[in-house]
T-cell receptor, first 112, second 109 residues
Framework: DADVTQTPRNRITKTGKRIMLECSQTKGHDRMYWYRQDPGLGLRLIYYSFDVKDINKGEISDGYSVSRQAQAKFSLSLESAIPNQTALYFC???????????FGPGTRLTVL | RKEVEQDPGPFNVPEGATVAFNCTYS??????FFWYRQDCRKEPKLLMS???SGNEDGRFTAQLNRASQYISLLIRDSKLSDSATYLCVVNINNNDMRFGAGTRLTVKP
């Protein structure tokens, strides 16, 4: 079984709709992250959380919100989706001692 | 200027070739450095960390030059399976990982 899972894997939605992307992990890591990847821009950090009571904005948090429901779960919401939020979204986890990040398989989101 | 810059490629090389990628970073306070590999439509996976003294893992060698603020990845004896996008990653502080846009490598028979 995958250590980091994301649902859904693909989603097509319309402008203005509320969307939630979910991430679960079985690695036992405290740290979780949400990134988006766009062609030519690399991965950019949206939000990160170091434990269930800790939420921090990343490089590009505008238009997004997150919820850390438990150590193993970290969800990303788009309150009112817009077309330039069309991207590949990755969730990741890491251990406090090491900097290696473990990524989920990604969610491909298309906003029409 | 981007915080982490890479030549996007693509690099097209024959099997057995040696290929090198460079990456520059702008924040002199950056603390740690990595190379990740990303296959098409897949998630990134750690290839290797980059240490100040340089490090080697089989056919892969990573170097760090703090004075010039660049890191490099050398792949020797390229295999078809090395075809992927290689991401340079810089840890600005313990909270902030910055990714380059990636360099695409295609190894041909």
């Amino acid at each position: 079984d995958a250590d980091v899972t994301q649902t859904p894997r693909n989603r097509i939605t319309k402008t203005g709709k509320r969307i939630m992307l979910e991430c679960s992990q079985t690695k036992g890591h405290d740290r979780m992250y949400w990134y988006r990847q766009d062609p030519g821009l690399g991965l950019r950090l949206i939000y990160y959380s170091f434990d269930v009571k800790d939420i921090n904005k990343g490089e590009i948090s505008d238009g997004y919100s997150v919820s850390r429901q438990a150590q193993a779960k970290f969800s990303l919401s788009l309150e009112s989706a817009i077309p330039n939020q069309t991207a590949l979204y990755f969730c990741a986890t890491s251990d406090e001692r090491y900097n290696e990040q473990f990524f989920g398989p990604g969610t491909r989101l298309t906003v029409l | 200027r981007k915080e982490v810059e890479q030549d996007p490629g693509p690099f097209n090389v024959p099997e057995g070739a040696t290929v090198a990628f460079n990456c520059t970073y702008s924040n002199s306070a950056s603390q740690s450095f990595f190379w990740y590999r990303q296959d098409c439509r897949k998630e990134p996976k750690l290839l290797m960390s980059v240490y100040s003294s340089g490090n080697e893992d089989g056919r892969f060698t990573a170097q760090l030059n703090r004075a010039s603020q660049y890191i490099s990845l050398l792949i020797r004896d390229s295999k078809l399976s090395d075809s992927a996008t290689y991401l340079c990653v810089v840890n600005i502080n313990n909270n902030d990982m910055r990714f380059g846009a990636g360099t695409r490598l295609t190894v041909k028979p």
